[in-house]
């Protein structure tokens, strides 16, 4: 009987959704999908780490372990083969140490294709998957326009086995499969392979559904679906309609529907009517007119209509269509079709064809991403090369991790730091400077005359709290007692205090600092759920108009079930509250306004 492996926690933590449902929810959907059936959850890949690391807040490796931490479902993770989960090659050195970070966090599932179809540029991260005792699956990109095609997505099938997969699968993002092409590439591939295959495809106006229902029947073991809405505005199969079509034709997926209506309706809370850029109507019809990507035919739109050009959409299409000819019918799995994109984009507006040349279009034809499927037109390649500038090669041998180190400069204080680093270079450096603030101001949180080493013992007594599920740790000191206790329940206030000679407490909360404006911004310091009352039917800490003391606990912030006191840095008055109670937030969302007073409140 098929498996269904979902994808919606992934879909929500890419764009274009990135930080539209707060971590909170998507936390939450995650336990519901958790409870449903599915053979696997992919929840991180290439666009995941990409929005991540651009909005610099979260790191992609956080969110993975707070998944894994309340999920016992196989979680998955879509690489694109040697670039990982970036633009770029990354050494064989840090390929491994990717693999073993993922693999530690709770990956169980690697799915991973190469942009060409090229099978033997997955063999290191194959050996590293296989030697990490996890599940490695084979994407082949199917992306139509040459005779043979099929042909040469078998030839590669044969392969398979060689890189250590346990399962291929047919990977379609332009939504050019037909059900009667599926059938027999289904076959075909297992045939070629000797594995169990699977489908993930993309796909408007019905097909996508008809795909999965033909793949099924003719022994495809696994289909990747989402729940509703994001099926119908991301083009993907649902995993409602799918389940019950299958149950009427006998083939059970052992998958609860009620579970993916409840998680429909937490991602409709977010979403609702809200129509999705970039996949209109207009968007879906052309994407499926010339067999392209839709996110592809969105992103081009988009930069026409700022050169004022949006009238030549069409041409533009045609012209990607063309140049994918010309550069050997490449598949359109990113980061390609974004490559082929943006040199049809230069084509079109500068009205000369190959006037100017991107040096991925140039890395392409002089085969730095490896071999494409077919031969590169003369033409094209001589075009390159009298035009294509001095665009550096990408490197034969990319940074090692031992050079990402020491460029870092003491940044990278773990595997999972110097992965980031490897791929994404300043962007990941701002991100880990956020993330580093972030944990200063914690430190500072250390009230009294506590001595850094001592303030340390009481944060790693709260990890050990948070990680080991023991319910309450009490030590004794040098004078000091510090005890930590959990609360299993929302509204059951912990109890985190030191007493003795030292006093202490560790609330893991923070305010911002002034700003210029009178009132001081109280502002969450974690991912959690606000709760305005010690428990539930108790009065709440603070209503608006009330005078607090520094120090006074202004709400409580469920993080990883421990509920952790906010409390305020300044005398005031409170002026506003901007979070409902059992909210969830985001680091960095707004909770209080006090205005300070200048002599103490009486209390």
């Given at each position: 009987?098929?498996?269904?492996?979902?994808?919606?926690?992934?879909?929500?933590?890419?764009?274009?959704?990135?930080?539209?449902?707060?971590?909170?929810?998507?936390?939450?959907?995650?336990?519901?999908?958790?409870?449903?059936?599915?053979?696997?959850?992919?929840?991180?890949?290439?666009?995941?780490?990409?929005?991540?690391?651009?909005?610099?807040?979260?790191?992609?490796?956080?969110?993975?372990?707070?998944?894994?931490?309340?999920?016992?479902?196989?979680?998955?993770?879509?690489?694109?083969?040697?670039?990982?989960?970036?633009?770029?090659?990354?050494?064989?050195?840090?390929?491994?140490?990717?693999?073993?970070?993922?693999?530690?966090?709770?990956?169980?599932?690697?799915?991973?294709?190469?942009?060409?179809?090229?099978?033997?540029?997955?063999?290191?991260?194959?050996?590293?998957?296989?030697?990490?005792?996890?599940?490695?699956?084979?994407?082949?990109?199917?992306?139509?326009?040459?005779?043979?095609?099929?042909?040469?997505?078998?030839?590669?099938?044969?392969?398979?086995?060689?890189?250590?997969?346990?399962?291929?699968?047919?990977?379609?993002?332009?939504?050019?499969?037909?059900?009667?092409?599926?059938?027999?590439?289904?076959?075909?591939?297992?045939?070629?392979?000797?594995?169990?295959?699977?489908?993930?495809?993309?796909?408007?106006?019905?097909?996508?559904l008809a795909n999965a229902l033909v793949?099924?029947?003719?022994?495809?073991?696994?289909?990747?679906?989402?729940?509703?809405?994001?099926?119908?505005?991301?083009?993907?199969?649902?995993?409602?309609?799918?389940?019950?079509?299958?149950?009427?034709?006998?083939?059970?997926?052992?998958v609860d529907v009620s579970r993916l209506?409840?998680?429909?309706?937490?991602?409709?809370?977010?979403?609702?009517?809200?129509?999705?850029?970039?996949?209109?109507?207009?968007?879906?019809?052309?994407?499926?007119?010339?067999?392209?990507?839709?996110?592809?035919?969105?992103?081009?739109?988009?930069?026409?209509?700022?050169?004022?050009?949006?009238?030549?959409?069409?041409?533009?299409?045609?012209?990607?269509?063309?140049?994918?000819?010309?550069?050997?019918?490449?598949?359109?799995?990113?980061?390609?079709?974004?490559?082929?994109?943006?040199?049809?984009?230069?084509?079109?507006?500068?009205?000369?064809?190959?006037?100017?040349?991107?040096?991925?279009?140039?890395?392409?034809?002089?085969?730095?991403?490896?071999?494409?499927?077919?031969?590169?037109?003369?033409?094209?390649?001589?075009?390159?090369?009298?035009?294509?500038?001095?665009?550096?090669?990408?490197?034969?041998?990319?940074?090692?991790?031992?050079?990402?180190?020491?460029?870092?400069?003491?940044?990278?204080?773990?595997?999972?730091?110097?992965?980031?680093?490897?791929?994404?270079?300043?962007?990941?450096?701002?991100?880990?400077?956020?993330?580093?603030?972030?944990?200063?101001?914690?430190?500072?949180?250390?009230?009294?005359?506590?001595?850094?080493?001592?303030?340390?013992?009481?944060?790693?007594?709260?990890?050990?709290?948070?990680?080991?599920?023991?319910?309450?740790?009490?030590?004794?000191?040098?004078?000091?007692?510090?005890?930590?206790?959990?609360?299993?329940?929302?509204?059951?206030?912990?109890?985190?205090?030191?007493?003795?000679?030292?006093?202490?407490?560790?609330?893991?909360?923070?305010?911002?600092?002034?700003?210029?404006?009178?009132?001081?911004?109280?502002?969450?310091?974690?991912?959690?759920?606000?709760?305005?009352?010690?428990?539930?039917?108790?009065?709440?800490?603070?209503?608006?108009?009330?005078?607090?003391?520094?120090?006074?606990?202004?709400?409580?912030?469920?993080?990883?079930?421990?509920?952790?006191?906010?409390?305020?840095?300044?005398?005031?008055?409170?002026?506003?509250?901007?979070?409902?109670?059992?909210?969830?937030?985001?680091?960095?969302?707004?909770?209080?306004?006090?205005?300070?007073?200048?002599?103490?409140?009486?209390?």
């Open positions: 009987m098929p498996q269904l492996f979902d994808t919606t926690v992934r879909l929500l933590s890419q764009e274009p959704l990135a930080g539209r449902v707060p971590t909170g929810e998507v936390l939450r959907i995650a336990e519901i999908l958790d409870r449903a059936g599915f053979g696997c959850l992919e929840v991180s890949g290439g666009g995941v780490f990409d929005a991540s690391v651009r909005r610099g807040v979260e790191s992609p490796w956080e969110r993975i372990r707070a998944i894994d931490a309340r999920t016992t479902t196989p979680l998955g993770l879509a690489l694109r083969g040697r670039f990982l989960v970036g633009s770029k090659p990354v050494s064989p050195d840090i390929v491994r140490r990717f693999i073993a970070c993922a693999a530690e966090n709770g990956i169980d599932v690697f799915r991973l294709h190469d942009p060409l179809n090229d099978v033997s540029n997955l063999r290191e991260a194959g050996e590293a998957i296989v030697g990490a005792g996890r599940q490695l699956h084979v994407g082949l990109v199917y992306s139509p326009g040459r005779t043979g095609e099929a042909d040469a997505l078998v030839e590669q099938a044969r392969q398979l086995a060689d890189v250590g997969a346990s399962r291929a699968l047919l990977h379609d993002p332009t939504g050019a499969l037909l059900p009667h092409v599926t059938q027999e590439l289904v076959e075909r591939l297992a045939e070629a392979s000797g594995l169990p295959v699977g489908l993930y495809i993309q796909a408007a106006g019905g097909t996508a793949a099924t029947r003719v022994g495809a073991d696994v289909v990747a679906t989402a729940v509703y809405p994001l099926a119908l505005a991301l083009h993907r199969i649902a995993g409602e309609s799918l389940v019950e079509s299958l149950e009427g034709l006998g083939r059970s997926t052992g209506w409840e998680a429909s309706d937490v991602v409709d809370e977010h979403i609702g009517d809200e129509p999705l850029a970039p996949l209109a109507p207009r968007i879906a019809v052309r994407a499926a007119e010339y067999d392209l990507p839709a996110g592809l035919v969105a992103a081009l739109d988009v930069h026409l209509r700022a050169h004022a050009a949006g009238d030549r959409l069409l041409d533009t299409l045609s012209e990607v269509v063309r140049i994918r000819e010309e550069a050997g019918w490449p598949p359109l799995a990113a980061p390609i079709g974004q490559i082929l994109g943006s040199q049809a984009l230069l084509n079109v507006l500068s009205a000369r064809r190959y006037g100017t040349v991107l040096d991925e279009f140039r890395q392409l034809v002089t085969g730095g991403y490896g071999t494409p499927p077919a031969a590169i037109e003369a033409s094209v390649r001589r075009a390159v090369e009298l035009l294509g500038g001095e665009a550096p090669a990408l490197d034969e041998d990319p940074p090692s991790a031992a050079d990402v180190r020491e460029a870092a400069e003491g940044l990278a204080s773990s595997e999972e730091d110097l992965v980031l680093l490897a791929m994404f270079g300043d962007e990941a450096e701002t991100l880990l400077q956020t993330i580093r603030q972030r944990h200063s101001r914690e430190s500072s949180l250390l009230v009294g005359d506590v001595d850094a080493q001592r303030g340390e013992r009481i944060r790693e007594l709260v990890r050990i709290v948070q990680e080991s599920g023991v319910g309450e740790i009490e030590i004794e000191d040098e004078g000091m007692r510090v005890s930590v206790r959990r609360a299993d329940e929302p509204g059951t206030q912990p109890t985190t205090a030191a007493t003795g000679v030292a006093v202490a407490e560790h609330d893991l909360a923070a305010e911002a600092p002034l700003p210029a404006a009178d009132n001081v911004r109280v502002e969450s310091p974690m991912v959690g759920i606000f709760y305005r009352a010690p428990q539930p039917g108790a009065m709440p800490f603070v209503e608006v108009g009330d005078v607090v003391a520094a120090g006074q606990t202004l709400c409580v912030l469920e993080a990883m079930k421990l509920f952790n006191e906010l409390k305020a840095d300044v005398d005031g008055r409170v002026r506003a509250i901007h979070a409902d109670n059992g909210q969830a937030v985001e680091f960095g969302t707004l909770l209080f306004e006090l205005e300070p007073v200048v002599a103490p409140p009486a209390v």
